[in-house]
């Protein structure tokens, strides 16, 4: 069973940074790959960005050259660098583990954190 703890929320003015972080335990975490959805209020979840066990990486429009997704194998975390951030960025951010070579395997799921941006 892995467990996903999402850290680095907050409220931050448009136009500032955030860096999240979440922290994986209890599997081997360079077989998963990661991801971080967000939620924004009354709306539905969705796919910010994703980085593949191997590291390749995938974003959502609409953060594309904004944000970073990267991980440290190491320590088994993955991080979300968030810059240039809007109002409409507000929201729950969740990490997402998934094993990359099970087509089957149950994804995981943080808590979430919440990122503000407002002035």
């Known amino acids: 069973q892995v467990q996903l703890v999402e850290s680095g929320g907050g409220l931050v003015q448009p136009g500032g940074s955030l860096r999240l972080s979440c922290e994986a335990s209890g599997g081997i975490f360079i077989i998963y790959s990661m991801a971080w959805y967000r939620q924004a209020p009354g709306k539905g979840r969705e796919l910010v960005a994703h980085?593949?066990?191997?590291?390749?990486?995938n974003y959502a429009d609409s953060v594309k050259g904004r944000f970073t997704i990267s991980r440290d194998n190491p320590k088994s975390t993955a991080y979300l660098q968030m810059t240039s951030l809007k109002p409409e960025d507000t929201g729950v951010y969740y990490c997402n583990a998934r094993n990359d070579y099970d087509n089957h395997a149950i994804p995981y799921w943080g808590k979430g954190a919440l990122v503000t941006v407002s002035s």
């Open positions: 980085i593949t066990s191997g590291g390749n990486t």
